[in-house]
């Protein structure tokens, strides 16, 4: 959620750490600082806002320096403000930046107050810095101090420690929270995410849970959770650096909607073979476990939620196979019964949330067949903890809301149907079908976004808006459910969706000439009861946007916008259905004049509960 950069080299580090914190500004944040060795001393410079705001201090006030860190937060304990901001630094001797929470640091500032210490922040995270120092001053080595003190701590964290006193050395642990180093010439580094250090080396040391590494100019020495010294496989990224530039688009957001049709096409590569989906893409394991499936439970959280809501339909009445879906941090706090030969599904686009990561983990003292995840980043915890991997290959996503990793999560999982499938109802005959229908799923998306003009024209009937409705009905209400997502998260209207049929059991009374009413409309064996939804509408003075299928027999009207979407009945439409209500978010956010890529309060990837 928060962002990390480290680094200790032959040279300044001042640039490469702001770099960083620009590279991972699509996180979400509140705040930034930066922390740098010059001379003795640690000296800090932190602001409230963009990174903008601090790269404008540090040309007032340059941190020059061959060894320090940098941090963007997003505020989970104290408000946002300077003083709350990262590296927090404890008697002018350590400095620290964290991501994650401290569960017990209550506990720990009582101890600590009563010892001597003083806070000056708001946050959990001081209480780290205080505990190191106070290990350091019982004799013990930067090293064994962030040891000890991490045996201390309740709760999720990555850390970055430098000690003025330990100029030539860099500390970095993670438990929960992911944290990377990155292996340079001259120079090692950290950051939360390797598109921080893209610019600096494409080669990456993945940190295991309970890992503290000890990170100089040129080595790198790892202890595990036990305290031995463990070797851990170097991979190299196949990213670039200029995979995260918006390529001429004015917001990512608008970049990653038209990077669809490529998208998905890169998620089908090689795995389409003479009309079948070729089984060994999900793992060697995949025969042997799915051979056992006859239950699927998928675990999301937000955008992904809404894939496997989708995900649900397709297998229930595509092959035949009971699915149940639940929201990863409702999952972890219930008691379950796992029925006998249930396979478990994580869906991530990051492949570290948090609530997702810890009901896997979950998962594994049950009674489960196997786990599979459906992921966009490779090296990720839920990838490297699952038996089966299902890849996306969406790339880089930057904007916050999510656009193409949502379609191709559902692309990845229609292959899935299909390949549990064959053990079930599904025949050869109907894999073919599924399989045309996604080789000719970049060529529609492509002719959908040619709607842009339009939607664009819609979205001016929201500037004024506060409160938006969608509707949908089977496979599309959830389609409905992510375009009000999208409407709420860029552009701060208040959407919700509903299933169309249920408007009458309450959401009907807040149908006005004020609030437009969104709905999704298919020609499938549901489109004549949609259509009495709609004239329910109608009739209390709504106003409608619909988004229909050229054959539905939509049209408009001086009270309904009709926009005809290419899409035709068969199971890949809530992928072409979902396109429009993406461009239509954008559209209104931009009238809105918000922050399309970077929403308040809003962070890309969630890795704190």
């Given at each position: ?18 770099e ?6 699509y ?9 740098v060795?010059?001379n ?17 201090a ?6 020059i ?12 304990h ?60 019982q ?23 430098i ?11 993670r ?19 390797v ?36 070797k ?38 090689g ?8 089984e ?35 297998f ?18 219930r ?25 896997l ?16 980043v ?18 880089p ?9 949502f ?50 024209k ?25 375009g ?16 169309a049929?249920?408007l ?65 009945d068969n199971?890949v ?13 954008y ?23």
């Open positions: 959620m928060c962002g990390i950069v480290g680094a200790i080299a032959n040279r300044d580090v001042s640039p490469v750490l702001l960083g914190l620009r590279r991972l500004e996180r979400g944040y509140d705040s930034a600082g930066m922390a060795l010059t003795g001393s640690i000296d800090r410079v932190r602001r409230t806002g963009k990174v903008s705001e601090l790269s404008a540090l040309d007032q006030s340059a941190l320096g061959e060894l320090g860190i940098a941090h963007t937060r997003w505020a989970t104290g408000i946002p403000a300077e003083n709350n901001a990262h590296p927090h630094i404890c008697n002018d001797r350590v400095a620290i930046v964290h991501n994650g929470i401290i569960e017990n640091f209550e506990e720990l500032k009582a101890k600590q107050s009563k010892q001597g210490f003083s806070f000056t922040s708001d946050t959990d995270t001081e209480v780290i810095a205080h505990q190191i120092v106070f290990y350091l001053d004799g013990s080595s930067l090293n064994e101090a962030v040891s000890k003190t991490i045996k201390d701590l309740k709760g999720a964290y990555a850390l970055g420690v000690d003025k006193n330990d100029p030539d050395k860099l500390i970095a642990a438990s929960g929270s992911p944290l990377v180093i990155g292996i340079g010439v001259k120079g090692n580094f950290i950051a939360s995410d598109q921080a250090l893209l610019k600096e080396t494409q080669e990456f040391i993945f940190l295991e849970n309970g890992d503290i590494a000890e990170i100089t100019r040129d080595a790198i020495n790892i202890l595990d959770h036990s305290g031995a010294t463990v851990r496989e170097s991979k190299i990224s196949k990213l670039s650096a200029d995979a995260v530039e918006k390529g001429g688009y004015p917001h990512y957001m608008l970049k990653e909607i038209y990077e669809q049709p490529q998208a998905v096409s890169d998620t089908l590569e795995r389409l073979i003479n009309g079948r989906v070729a060994q893409i999900l793992g060697p394991k995949a025969k042997e476990i799915l051979d056992q499936t006859k239950i699927i439970q998928i675990i999301a959280c937000g955008t992904s939620y809404h894939s496997g809501l989708i995900a649900k339909f397709w229930e009445e595509l092959v035949g196979i009971p699915c149940f879906i639940d929201v990863a941090s409702e999952f972890r706090y008691k379950h019964v796992v029925q006998p030969g249930t396979l478990f599904v994580t869906i991530s686009q990051s492949g570290e949330t948090a609530d997702t990561l810890a009901a983990q979950l998962a594994k003292q049950e009674d489960y067949v196997g786990s599979l995840v459906i992921c966009n490779p090296e990720s915890s839920l990838v490297r903890e699952s038996d089966l991997v299902l890849m996306t290959h969406a790339g996503e930057i904007g916050v809301a999510s656009t193409k990793a379609t191709t999560q559902l692309v990845a999982l229609l292959l899935l149907v299909i390949t549990a499938g064959r053990r079930h109802s599904m025949h050869d005959d109907m894999e073919k079908i599924l399989v045309e229908q996604l080789t000719n799923l970049p060529t529609r998306i492509n002719k959908v976004l040619e709607l842009d003009g339009k939607i664009k819609l979205a001016k009937h929201y500037g004024d808006k506060q409160n938006a409705l969608f509707l949908g009905r089977g496979s599309h209400h959830p389609v409905a459910m992510e009000a997502l999208k409407l709420k998260e860029i552009s701060y209207i208040h959407a919700e969706a509903y299933p049929g249920e009458k059991h309450g959401p009907i009374a807040l149908v006005d000439d004020k609030m437009p009413i969104i709905a999704v409309a298919p020609n499938d064996e549901l489109l004549e009861k949609l259509k009495s939804n709609l004239e329910e509408v109608r009739a209390r003075g709504g106003v409608l946007h619909v988004f229909a299928d050229a054959c539905s027999g939509f049209v408009s009207e001086p009270d309904t916008i009709v926009i005809e979407v290419d899409a035709p199971a439409a809530p992928i072409l259905f979902t396109i429009p209500l993406q461009l239509l978010a559209h209104v956010a931009i009238l809105k004049g918000t922050d399309v890529d970077q929403p308040r309060n809003l962070a890309k990837s969630v890795t704190v509960e």
